[in-house]
């Protein structure tokens, strides 16, 4: 997706912009998911080659209670440089709003670029998250994410966010792939 100043932007940080996507985005969400070949080859699984499609068009959970929640998948840019038009997607989130509860936020998927991971990307993006979660979902208290055990960069990256790990594990796969997968969580701060 190119980034235009007609998109609809979620928020802008400064560093980067959070914005939804489209159906007209998947090509380049699915380029995203297609450049984070360690992260599959992490999680024992090969990119489809419509995984993007498949994630956009994914319903949300059924909802615990009644609660309403909101499924949004939103694209990473870098901010427009002075005069630009537009600027090419760097990562993607695929969020949870009010699942399992209507007090949490769960991460589904959270993908930069592998050539532009370790520049900060990640930590903007996270930091411009959880400012739109608390702006426009005031009753998310807390932000689930789930990694497998052996995703190590994942895992001290959502470390390093402020996430803490909890005791809820489940396994995935069978045989050669089967994989742990640990659940963390972030209690949102408010401003």
């Not at 998109?7 to 969400?29: H, Q």
């Not at 319903?59 to 840019?77: D, E, Q, S, T």
Request: hydrophobic residues 40%.
């Amino acid at each position: 997706m190119l980034l235009t100043t007609m998109a609809i932007s979620v928020i802008d940080t400064g560093r980067i912009i959070l914005a939804r996507l489209d159906e007209e985005d998947l090509e380049e969400a699915q380029a995203i998911f297609d450049d984070n070949r360690r992260y599959h080859h992490t999680v024992g699984r090969t990119v489809a080659p419509d995984v993007a499609r498949r994630a956009f068009e994914r319903a949300p959970p059924k909802p615990v209670k009644g609660v309403k929640v909101f499924k949004r998948m939103l694209g990473i840019f870098p901010p427009l440089e002075e005069d630009a038009q537009k600027a090419d997607m760097i990562g993607l989130i695929d969020i949870y709003i009010g699942y399992p509860g209507y007090q949490i936020a769960t991460i589904a998927t959270f993908l930069i670029r592998e050539s532009l991971q370790h520049k900060g990307f990640g930590t903007a993006a996270m930091n411009a998250l959880t400012t739109w979660l608390r702006r426009e979902h005031p009753a998310v208290e807390w932000i689930d994410a789930s990694v497998t055990d052996n995703n190590v960069a994942a895992t001290k990256f959502l470390l390093k966010a402020g996430f803490t790990r909890t005791d809820s594990w489940h396994d995935v796969g069978e045989g050669d792939t089967k994989r742990r997968v640990i659940r963390l969580e972030c209690r949102l701060k408010r401003a």
